[in-house]
């Protein structure tokens, strides 16, 4: 079974470009999480989708960001316009079973530098 | 308030020997799990152990074992026999109420470096 894959793995961009990350949920996994650690502080929690739905996006920073999963599968993060504090690791993370002590299923991370 | 406390950003251990992490949460559920995570350089996030909080017994998996101490909020990981791949990340996690969709949150991240 393949794992959650996120591309790319690195992206460094200017100040006031674009840049979409993608997720890869593992196949069958409906519930998609969104998570980002900034400058080695704690993993952040910025949304999570059950199937296409966004279920809970709380801890999206504002407006700049914009996450969807059309059609219940992959997911694209989008950052625009992009600015220096938004440098970090977005990671990616899917489970399967609705049961409390399912653990999430980890990509690799972007690691995303905007100078 | 912070949800989950590690207090120990660093930390040493000499191969063969048995290392504590500690974690210590907040919450005012009474169903909640807890997670541990481990993060090498390579940058992947692979899932160590779960204790649930009716769960009676600590939690084990191989090397990994759960120190929970409910009525303190802490939730100690231990790894016995440390070995050199040990040297990583460490995460606790805290996932609150009874929806598994509810989402995790993490502490700040313990790095252990076992030394030969």
């Known amino acids: 079974e393949a794992g959650v894959t996120q591309f790319p793995s690195h992206s460094v961009i200017e100040k006031g470009q674009t840049v979409t990350l993608r997720c890869d949920p593992i196949s069958g996994h409906d519930n998609l999480y969104w998570y980002r650690r900034v400058m080695g502080k704690e993993i952040k929690f910025l949304l999570h989708f059950v199937k296409e739905s966004k279920q809970d996006e709380s801890g999206m920073p504002n407006n700049r960001f914009l996450a969807e999963r059309t059609g219940g599968t992959y997911s694209t993060l989008k950052v625009q316009p992009a600015e220096l504090e938004d440098s970090g690791v977005y990671f990616c993370?899917?489970?399967?079973?609705?049961?409390?002590?399912?653990?999430?299923?980890f990509g690799n991370g972007t690691r995303l530098t905007v100078t | 308030a912070q949800k989950i406390t590690q207090t120990q950003p660093g930390m040493f251990v000499q191969e063969k020997e048995a290392v504590t992490l500690d974690c210590t949460y907040d919450t005012s559920d009474q169903s909640y799990g807890l997670f541990w995570y481990k993060q090498p350089s390579s940058g992947e996030m692979i899932f160590l152990i779960y204790q649930g909080s009716y769960d009676e017994q600590n939690a084990t998996e191989g090397r990994y074992s759960l120190n929970f101490q409910k009525a303190r909020k802490s939730a100690n990981l231990v790894i016995s026999a440390s070995q050199l791949g040990d040297s990583a990340m460490y995460f606790c996690a805290m996932r609150e109420g009874w929806a598994a969709g509810n989402k995790l949150t993490f502490g700040g991240g313990t790095r252990v470096l076992v030394k030969p």
């Open positions: 993370a899917s489970s399967q079973e609705a049961r409390r002590r399912s653990p999430l299923h």
